[in-house]
């Protein structure tokens, strides 16, 4: 560690390395929870900055909620409250609901959106989407003009086939560090990774088949599934490890005729979890086993805390068997709807499907996403998003340990937006939904993510916006609302 | 008639009013095919104009196809060579394929793109599109700066379901002109008319199903079938009236399972014809009567030479039993990928499967669009596209009747961009195909148009381009290699 007094050269400001240092100390233990934060002036003193410099500290430490203010008697390191929290209940790797117990998950999704809209929201926790201000917008417009006034024809001049040759060779370059290593050639580029799921299941089942798929899952892959009319069997995903290879190959005795799995291997929605690499292999080697397609859907694989990209399950695919779809949704525009996958095996068929489905998207979009991604700026725009994202997560989840009930289950995954509480009753998540709603605050309720009633007792909230004091107030509704159901 | 010399106030500057006067006279006959066209010096004499107005003038008529230079003999008026042609064979309305004999055209297709890739084309006859140059993209660039700077974080926002509201009021408002009267809130933004006949199709009917369609028929819609696992039908259709609705009447004796229709009324692909308002209102009450879906596909029904938009179906329909799909491919800005639906009964599921399928288009392709077509430039461009087209299509259908051997058939559409010639003998038009590529030339065979094997001495001409020297050397090019395969 470089003291912050060191005077050789260094990049970040001067604030910033103090804030560092004390980020250290708290990290490390050195400095507990609850311990009394070192005072301003004590800072001067001891590391011969100025006062304002010791005061952006602070407040950088502040901000990133590490320490927090106690009136008239300076910063104090913030307890971590949830460290007292148990992790959400493990599955049973036995218990699966038989297909035929499918119903569809549109009216159930339908039913949320209409209440919704019903009640103007002053805090929103439902949406996994990071608000607005967290993306590039302001580079991505400027990426926009210039490509505008570079390629003076492009809106009047049709699309190339599979995407634009500028982001599908940004993208094959940027997989690399997924330990994937495609060709551009081989990369399709997409209306967003639904388009793409949409496209890798028709290109490997057909209605009526039977698809493996998370439980809890994602609603908008249900939703897909039904407008296939493909059968969804949920397979029991364990909020630490992920999608549960030995509840699969249990699912394969009794439905040996599995077409397909679709799986989110990396900060899984709405569990969070990332599938540990020996889990990844073996779930290759299982499928391939038994000629079943994986449809790797890496939505949120970027959006890691340590900005170490946990690897695509595609890097582990030797015969084509993986399709890989990815979305640039969450990560970076989600005003644009983009995706990209390579298809495997399936890359012919997937390529016509996605001909006459839809012809090759617009270039304009991937021409200014490519200059983005292309440059070092959407590198920082990463690091910054991870940042911000972390800090929400920890601020939302503090405060379910502070106003939840005892109990309440969570863990906190180190990357994504999202938050699976596991309420200690036998509460109702859609009266907890509901009730909430009447005061203003959305939140996904867990019935949304599953066909079967499994999670009524659990809770998705979302910690993709900045966290405000309006927010702490709706987190303390909430924690109201759930332990008055209790 | 207003004298061109009249010298009251007008908006179009002098050479054009000249050049009208001589077009009227050519139009009406008073001027006849062959006729010398009075000297540039008469012109200057009688309407008592600059030099360089009547050479102006002069000029505007060449470009215009209507006369023509020969060396050292002044101006003529062109002879239209076409009258003598008769239309495309009018088809037998008992003459049904059995839907069993459908084999697939993606291969087809596949092959034709192969080829065309294996060759540098310098003549592109096969697209149907007009080139970049005939569309405002210059103007769109412009519209989506200012939406970009007016709207500064539309491309880190997620956008609106069923698409912009500004674009959604602009559509609804232009639609009126079809004798439609959508509410805006009834119409579904989509990716192109592609993704709006997917949409449709999947909304009505499922895998398995037969769908009637016009034959000879878009090959697009024969890949979209192919792709749903859906039957297609093929109903004769008229080079001069369109899909014959007595033919889908006996057809559906031998099919009373049919689901849906999709037809083109408007200027359809590859025929070029419209249905007439009486067998418009007949197919509606037709398909009610059998309880059949109807998608009308409306992609070229803007692209009238006079100016007056023929009437969608859609405008017949009293019980939702019309899906109309329209697109800004060809209309506007081929780079684009926008087209829209209004989905009748079937709107709500629709809306579900558009959801399901890729989400809501992005906003500010919408948003630009909307700025565009809700001004008058929009109808001034339209104009201007028409006309071009129109020339363009004259050209070539002369083109056709001065090369191509005789009892070469064609009829001329009065609007589109797209020529269907039936060739005298029994010429292979995958062989014609052939050897035209080999030439740099490219074509669309008939055996695309079709399952069957129907159109084998058919060709598909595109006169999407600006008619140039290189152009008319293909055609005599092309004219000679029908003939030697006569
Ligand atoms: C797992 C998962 N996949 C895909 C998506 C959406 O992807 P896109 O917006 O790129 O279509 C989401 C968004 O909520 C998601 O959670
Ligand atoms: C009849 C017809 N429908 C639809 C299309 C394509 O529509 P879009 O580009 O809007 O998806 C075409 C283009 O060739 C066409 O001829």
Redesign the interface.
Known sequence: MTPPHDSSTHEQPLYRRLADHYRQAIDAGVLAPADRMPSVRKLVRTHRVSLSTALQACRQLEDDGLIEARPRSGYFVRPKRRITMLPASEPDPGRLPAPASYVGI?DRV?DFVAKCEQHTTSVNLA?A?AS??H????A??QA??RA??KH????????LPRGHPDLRHVLARRALELGMNPDPDDILVT??C??AV?LAL?AVA??GDTIAVESPVYF?LL??L??L?MQALEIPTSPQRGLSVDALELALQTHPHLRAVVVVPNFQNPLGCVMPDTEKARLIKLCERHQIAIIEDDTYGALCDDNQLPPALKSWDRTGNVIYCASMHKTL?????LGWMTGGRWDARIG??K?????P?????QVAVAEYMGSTAYDRHLVRLRRKLKIQREHIAEDIARYFPPGTRLNVPEGGMLLWVEMPGQQSSTQVFEQALARGIRIAPGTMFSNADRYNHFLRLSCGSSYTPQMAEAMRTLGDIVTAAG
């Open positions: 549109h339908s949406l989407a607005p201000a993306y590039p917008g302001d991505l417009k926009m003009i505008l006034r003076p024809s492009m809106l009047v001049d049709r699309a209306h967003g639904i388009e949409n028709r057909r209605p908008g939703q897909i039904e407008s009319g525009a989600p005003g644009m709807r016509m499907l001909f006459a489905q839809s012809r998207n617009e270039a304009l979009a």
